[in-house]
Each structure stands twice: as C-alpha cells, then as structure tokens.
C-alpha cells in the first residue's frame, strides 16, 4: 500500500518545494504586474479602456493556470489508473469539504469565458452594486458608489447579476425627479431635457440618444431623463450635474416639489 | 506668379480667416452646381434648404461672400451670431434667399441656450424662402441629436479633407515650375516606385476601425519593376514631402493648411522648419470639454464659456499655454495649427463624433 502511494508521487524534497514556491511567487509577480501595467495603459487608452482591462482576468487566470499545472506536473508522476484514482479521491474531498471553494472558482472561469461582466462594468452582484475592480480566481472586488471596497463571491455570478454597461464605456444613466403634479409638465421636461443635453458628461450620438419621460402619481408628477454618460465612472456626476442645474431652472420658472399628500388635500 | 484654378487664391485678413479675392476658387464648380440645383429648384417652386457643414477654419466664409455676389440682389447675408442676438429670427426682407454663416453661433450649451436655434428652425421650415447655411462639424453633430437640423436642411454636404496632391495644386498654382525652393531639413532616402506596395486599409470589425497592410499593384509603375527589384532608392522630392507634412498637420484641412503655408513662405523660399508637428495632446477632463466647446465654436467670447462651463480661466491660461488656442481677453479662438490634434484628442474621449 506504501509503495502503490509513494509511486505517483515524486520525493518531497526541500528542492521540489523550493520550486513549487518560486512558481508560485513568480506567478503573483508576474500577475500583479500584468495587472498593474495593463490597468496603467488602460487609463491612457481611453476609449479602449474597458477593452483592455478585459485582458487581465483572463491573463490571471492563464498565469496561475500555468503555475499549477507546473507545480502539480513536478509533484504528480500518475499512470492512468492512477490518475483516475486521485480524481476520485480529489472529486470525493471537494465534495466533502471543497465544495464552496470550487464553486467560487468554476464562477470564476464562468466570468472568463461567458463574460457576464468584465473589470471596469458598474454592475449589481446580489445587494452590491459598484464598478468592477477586480476578478479573482474565487471573488469579484467591486467598488461601491460610497467608495467600498467589496468582495463578492464568484458564485452568485451563477443567479444574482446585473450588469449595467455589458462591456460599454458609455452606460445608462436615469435620473428621476418628483416635481408637484400642479406644474407645467412641458416646460419642466424641456428644462430636464436641456439640462441632460447640455451636461459636460452626456454622451450623444444617434446610438446614444436622450429622452425624458413624464409619469403622473397621485400626489406628485415623475420626470424620469435617460441618458448615456460617456465614461461610467462619471455615472454620479452626470446625475448631480443634472439634478443640480435643473433644479435651479426649474426655480426660476415656478417649478416647484411635490408638497406631499396633506398639502394636496388642503389645495 | 501666374493666376490658377483654386483658391490658392485665398488671403487671410486681420481676423485670421481665410477669406478669397479671386473669381475661381476651389470652391467655383462647388458653386456653380449648387447655384445649379438648389436655386434653380427655387425657381422651379421647390424649396431645397442647404447645410454646408466643415470644421473650423475650412473657409467657407469666402465661399458665402462669392455665393452672395452670385445671387445678388436675391441673397441677403446672415450672420448665426447676429441671429442669436435678435432670438432667432432674421429681420423682415422680400429676399428671397438667406444666406447665414455660422449657424453654430445660434446657441448655447446651456438650460435655455437653444432657444434662438428653435426659433430659427422654425423660421426656416415656416419660411417660402430659401436658406444656405454654414456650420461648424462639431456643432452640427451634436445639434441633429438634439433639434431636427437635418430635416430643415435636407441637402447637407460635409466639405471633404484634402489630401497633399491637392495641397500641392492648390498652392503651387500660383507660381512656375521652378519659381519656389523648398528647404526641407532631413530628407530620407524612399525606395523608387514599385509595382507592388504595401498599403493601408480601414477595416470594419464588429464597429471597430482597424487598419490592416494590404498589397497594392499598380500597372503604371510596372516599368519600374527592375529598379525596385534591386532596392534602388532615391531622395524623395523635396516638394513632396513639403506637401505631405502639410497634409499631415493641417489634417486636411484648406483653410489650416494655407494658414501653415504662408508662415512658409519666404519668397522664393519655402521652409519646411516652419511646419511643426503637433505632439500627441493629454488633458484632463474640464481642458477637454471647455476646449471642445471652442472647438465646436471655432472662436468665441469669453462670456460664452462662463455661460456654459461657469469660471475656467485658469483652464483657459492652460490650453494657452499648450498653444491650443488663442485668448486676446474678450475672444478666444482654437489655433489652427492645434485643430487636428484637439480634434484627434477630443475624438478619443468621444466628446466630439
């Protein structure tokens, strides 16, 4: 029994371990590298920013691939049979015990190939939402609107995503306003219309366009402006910017918040 | 100096703008099939507004002062700036075709800012007279996303780049053969024309622009299939490389280019030296909009800007400084030798199309 275990196994000596950390730290040298100068070209590419950023999970993935396969390449000298047999004891221990790490990783190879969002996107991760930072082999890393940083497991990829630019630069921004049903609809949606047009972060083209859409409630009228901002990482700005100047015409013109349903009733 | 076809032709006057004082212009065939098709509709009852749409600098100006002359006493002559400080609407007259430069100076990227523009679209669209109308590129792209321009102005046509051959007619015409030296300070070596070349082409994948080397033949250079075989080389003309420099930096652009070409010109002498090129530009976002507000303006005051972008004089100082553009306190225009890699740059940041 000694002898059928110590066959696929090459001897553990304080070399082979040796090396199996060199591959190991080269291979976090190495991706943290990548990382670092593709995130620093990305920010110079402007337009292909998010393209780029594309690259380094998969380049991650490849390079701790290779680490891995290298390592247990050096450590494992299995037949056949013997390879079948340390699937099953491998297959039966994550069954057991491993089952949540794989599952994080299989998410993670999901995000690689199926792309359901890419570092850079602003997506929605279960009750997180914010801008993808970073993909790692089990979590993603978003940060939050509040600047947070937040992992999320790379197993609600799985069920719970929202992606909210799909690979874009550009990306929807909509930003509701509730003015009192007793105001002028038109001119307030022309205001927010301008507002949004005239806004230093829009984005126009006729792939991009703007809208304004009116919605009446009971006790307060809805001005909902959709738009694209050219850069997501601009989605808050836009809105404020927006928000801000509209309030601020619609001032002028007599455009005023709802009151609330006790001062309706009173009116 | 002998009189040519073009606009070699053209003159800058105090302002910088190119403005033309010869009867054929680049713009003469340009002019007669416009007179051709959209008057003669007029004539014919049919009413067939028209954009001419090109960036800054292109000197179309010129081209309204020859269009005016032509349709007088028909024509009376607008101005987009004048226009928005009346609101909009062009004074009562029995003309029975308005020609308005600078349809670009009808708004303002502000709340409230486009209603002069509207009034104007309404007026043209209600009018049974005729409209021509100038417009800046960059205005016009981001006006059709916002106000119907395209359907008061169904007949557009956007003034094309010129390439060097072109700059080269358009300049050299006004001398003999041999009348101008060209002073280039480097000239490499260029292998002799070949039948066979590597060329460029813009390839379209799934909305990305690449280009990709293609090999070209061309049958007229067959003859020196030999030569070229044997890798012989010549120095390139100095003329050609003058011109392609131009090209390059004026970005095709006439009205640049001869703004670039006159700064050249030391009769009989022609310095290539004078034609810098422009290093690639790296702004931040507030330089970026507020130059591509002016971009879009082509030139525009002071008060303007504060409208549009609140204070930004320190960003002003700064594209100063980098040489983009030009602030005398009250005005401040793009510098022409700047408009392509603003344009370039802006392009990247997708804040001009």
């Not at chain 1, 002898?3 to 040796?18: E, G, K, N």
């Not at chain 2, 490389?241 to 652009?253: P, Y």
Request: with cysteine; glycine share 6%; charged share 25%.
């Amino acid at each position: 029994m000694a002898d059928s275990l110590a066959t696929p196994l090459s001897v553990l000596d304080t070399a082979l371990i040796l090396r199996s950390a060199m591959i190991l730290a080269s291979a976090y040298i190495l991706s943290r590298a990548a990382t670092a100068l593709l995130s620093r070209i990305s920010e110079r590419a402007y337009g292909y920013r998010i393209t780029i950023k594309m690259i380094i999970p998969l380049l991650k993935f490849s390079i701790y691939g290779i680490a891995i396969y290298l390592i247990l390449h050096s450590v494992l000298v299995l037949s056949s049979a013997q390879a079948l047999a340390v699937s099953g004891l491998a297959g039966a221990a994550v069954g057991f015990g491993l089952k949540d790490l794989v599952a994080e990783v299989v998410g993670g190879i999901i995000i690689v190939l199926d792309k359901p969002y890419q570092v850079g996107d602003k997506v929605r991760i279960g009750e997180v939402y914010g801008e993808v930072r970073d993909i790692g082999l089990r979590s993603t890393r978003l940060i939050t609107p509040d600047d947070s940083l937040a992992s999320v497991s790379n197993q609600l990829v799985l069920r719970e995503v929202l992606n909210a630019n799909a690979g874009s630069q550009e990306m929807m921004v909509v930003i509701d306003l509730y003015i009192d049903p007793r105001s002028d609809a038109d001119l307030a949606r022309a205001i927010l219309f301008e507002a949004l047009v005239t806004s230093r972060y829009i984005r126009l083209s006729p792939r991009h366009p703007a809208k304004v859409l009116v919605k009446d409630f009971p006790f307060y009228r809805r001005l909902r402006a959709k738009g694209y901002v050219y850069d997501l990482r601009h989605e808050f700005d836009l809105e404020t910017d927006v928000t801000a100047r509209a309030w601020l015409a619609f001032k002028e013109v007599g455009i005023e918040a709802p009151k609330g349903w006790a001062a309706m009733i009173e009116a | 100096m002998k009189g040519g076809p073009i606009y070699a032709i053209m003159d800058l006057d105090d302002s910088g703008e190119v403005t033309a004082h010869d009867e054929d212009t680049l713009f003469a065939a340009a002019k007669e099939e416009i007179l051709r098709v959209v008057v003669d509709d007029l004539d014919d009852g049919m009413r067939s507004n028209l954009a001419l749409i090109a960036p800054p600098f292109y000197g179309l100006e010129a081209f309204l002062d020859r269009m005016a002359k032509a349709l007088y006493p028909r024509a009376q002559r607008l101005d987009g700036a004048d226009l928005y400080r009346d609101g909009g609407l062009p004074p009562e007259s029995d003309k029975s075709i308005g020609i308005v430069s600078g349809m670009e100076g009808l708004y303002r990227r502000r709340i409230g800012g486009f209603e002069a523009m509207k009034r104007f679209i309404d007026h043209v669209a209600s009018s049974p007279h005729l409209f021509i109308a100038t417009c800046n590129v960059y205005s016009w792209e981001y006006l059709q996303e916002i106000l119907p321009l395209g359907q008061v102005f169904p007949l557009q046509i956007r003034l094309p780049v010129l390439d060097a051959k072109d700059l080269m007619e358009i300049h050299l015409s006004l001398y003999g053969e041999a009348e101008l030296e060209f002073a280039i300070e480097k000239e490499t070596p260029v292998r002799v024309g070949c039948p066979i070349r590597l060329g460029r082409r813009s390839v379209a994948i799934r909305g990305w622009k690449v280009e990709v080397p293609v090999p070209e033949v061309r049958i007229k250079d067959l003859k020196d299939l030999r030569p070229c075989l044997r890798h012989k080389t010549e120095p390139p003309p100095s003329k050609r490389v003058f011109f392609e420099r131009l090209a390059r930096i004026s970005g095709g652009n006439p009205g640049v280019a001869e703004i670039l070409w006159r700064r050249a010109l030391e009769y009989p002498l022609v310095r290539s030296e004078t034609l810098q090129e422009v290093p690639s530009i790296d702004l931040d976002f507030d330089h970026s909009f507020i130059l591509s507000i002016i971009l879009s303006k082509g030139s525009l005051e002071l008060k303007e800007i504060a409208e549009v972008a609140g204070r930004s004089m320190e960003i002003l100082y700064g594209l100063q400084r980098r040489g983009m553009i030009s602030f005398d306190g009250k005005t401040i225009s793009m510098q022409p030798e700047a408009l392509k890699g603003a344009a370039d740059h802006l392009r990247r940041l997708k804040l001009v199309v």
